[in-house]
């Protein structure tokens, strides 16, 4: 299995900031690297697949990066409702996984 | 528009077997450009992916789950279903279906891009 490991586990950060969010695979997935947001309650939402390509009707200043092992999410500046959980995911092995996740909390 | 949504029972008890389906609406699950997936969210937990099938019937399982897990699909009623044996409170939690879009080369995805609400499983006797 391909292990996903995200960092930071939680983040405190304020409405106007600019965050990143990375997210490591144990080995080369290409740019099969996706990412979720989830508020409590809901169902995650894709937010950027292929490690770059924005989901249509996901916000511009949402934006993925990285290849191979390596790669981010940017938040560029942050708004109220980006304040969620968000998880990475591989989809180069039919084998998904998930990274542990990254809570996005108000300073 | 691509619409799906999880039904079954929201209590089962240890070491039966848990039985839910995914109906899919505004497409077709006989769709070539996509895969179907379970995935579950224990209480405060991340996510964990369960399997997922094509329509012509190839599974891929989570090991973990593996001898466990059963994912079926019924191209005439447009819909997939889970089956997960010997459960125990472990596997209580919100267990989601969802599309997972095929990418252009084919051994690969494009993520899970339409996702049902959820549906939340006790287990407990």
């Known amino acids: 299995d391909i292990h996903m490991t995200q960092s930071p586990s939680s983040l405190s950060a304020s409405v106007g900031d600019r965050v990143t969010i990375t997210c490591r695979a144990s080995?080369?997935?290409?740019?099969?690297l996706n990412w979720y947001q989830q508020k409590p309650g809901k169902a995650p939402r894709l937010l950027i697949y292929?490690?770059?390509s924005l989901q249509s009707g996901v916000p511009s200043r949402f934006s993925g990066g990285g290849s191979g092992t390596d790669f981010t999410l940017t938040i560029s500046s942050l708004q109220p409702e980006d304040f969620a959980s968000y998880y990475c995911q591989q989809s180069y092995s039919p084998s998904l996984t998930f990274g542990q996740g990254t809570r996005l909390e108000i300073k | 528009q691509l619409q799906v949504q999880e039904s079954g029972p929201g209590l089962v008890e240890p070491s039966e077997t848990l039985s839910l389906t995914c109906s899919v609406s505004g497409g077709s699950i006989s769709s070539m450009n996509y895969y179907w997936g379970w995935i579950r969210q224990p209480p405060g937990k991340g996510l964990e992916w369960i399997g997922s099938i094509y329509y012509g019937g190839t599974t891929y399982y989570n090991p973990s789950l593996e001898s466990r897990v059963t994912i079926s699909v019924d191209t005439s009623k447009n819909h997939f279903s889970l089956k997960m044996s010997s459960v125990t409170a472990a596997d209580t939690a919100v267990y989601y279906c969802a599309s997972v879009r095929l990418a252009t080369v084919r051994a690969h995805f494009f993520g899970m891009d339409v996702w049902g609400q959820g549906t939340a499983v006790t287990v407990s006797s």
């Open positions: 292929a490690a770059y």
């Open positions: 080995q080369t997935i290409n740019n099969y």
